[in-house]
């Protein structure tokens, strides 16, 4: 059996996620509070009790991270290891947790300055986003070439593609996208254009703040979004988080090499189940199994016998 540990990114998140696990044991209870300490966020207010701010992108991306890393802890600590790791957009920092790379408070710290630089990069109401239902990559471009200040964003699974931009680009797109034969072309709601040129400053920005940050061996490989490719080296990491801000997410690219190098298993490491529709559209074949609870991991410990 080949295991990867996948990880989610924005709009999974939701008030009590890992709360099972941080009521359970108290060494998660202290992982809450080191988030804290190394976000200057009250984690414990932001991931357990009622609040808008978990919706704001500063505020997500560390929540959403910091419960991913208990449940990733709580796997390992389980016996469960991954033989690979990969995360979509802002899943990549946890999967470098998983990995060895990145400290679990450097990760929190960057993913808040990450959040922070993104949702400034382009004044508020400027940039959207929207997915495109039933189109080819080649069919998305053929649009988006013709038109400036819009961009393909993910590539998630066949059929399923987000594009990125201008709002008034963005709105241009979308009639001409349902011309091209897509079933359904509909705006997200989302505060920005993410994995844009125009967040190019953010990534930049970003940059700066890695330039400070220890990446150590990894001990296992990951997969890049920027690129798609399997990345041994700590030494490329830092460039390819920059570019990630800027650059299309390669999601389903990604699940082809995880299926290439012969994973069969991958577990979903966090709440919702994104990474699991993705999956069976692009590589049926791959096992997806959700861990989000302390009941989830003895699930998994009987499937896995």
Not at 67 to 89: F, M, N, R, W, Y
Not at 121 to 140: F, N, R
Not at 211 to 239: G, H, R, T, W
């Amino acid at each position: 059996m080949s295991i990867a540990f996948c990880y989610p990114g924005q709009g999974v998140q939701h008030v009590g996620m890992a709360e099972g696990f941080v009521k359970a044991d108290s060494a998660y209870a202290e992982m809450v509070a080191k988030a804290s300490q190394a976000s200057g966020i009250d984690m414990n207010k932001l991931l357990f009790e009622e609040n808008e701010d978990i919706n704001i992108t500063e505020y997500t991306q560390p929540a959403l991270v910091t419960a991913c890393c208990i449940i990733t802890d709580a796997l390992l600590k389980a016996g469960i290891k991954p033989d690979v790791t990969a995360g979509l957009s802002l899943g990549e920092y946890c999967s470098l947790y998983v990995a060895g790379a990145l400290g679990f408070e450097d990760a929190v710290r960057l993913t808040r300055i990450r959040g922070r630089l993104m949702s400034n990069a382009v004044p508020a109401g400027e940039g959207t986003m929207a997915a495109v239902i039933g189109l080819t990559q080649e069919q998305v471009e053929a649009v988006t070439n013709t038109i400036e200040n819009v961009w393909p964003a993910n590539f998630n699974c066949p059929g399923q593609i987000v594009i990125t931009g201008k709002k008034e680009a963005v709105h241009e797109a979308m009639p001409k996208l349902s011309e091209a034969g897509a079933k359904k072309v509909v705006e997200l709601n989302v505060s920005g254009p993410f994995h844009s040129p125009l967040l190019k400053v953010a990534g930049e920005e970003l940059g700066k703040e890695l330039a400070n940050v220890e990446m150590k061996d990894l001990k296992i490989p990951y997969f890049a979004n920027a690129s798609a490719e399997k990345i041994e080296d700590k030494a490329q990491i830092k460039d390819l988080l920059e570019k990630q801000v800027y650059s299309p997410v390669k999601w389903e690219q990604t699940l082809y090499e995880l299926e290439k190098m012969g994973v069969d298993t991958i577990i979903e490491v966090g709440p919702g189940k994104t990474i699991a529709g993705f999956v069976r559209k692009t590589v049926p074949s791959i096992k997806v199994i959700g861990v989000a609870s302390p009941e989830d991991i003895e699930t998994l410990k009987e499937k896995l016998g």
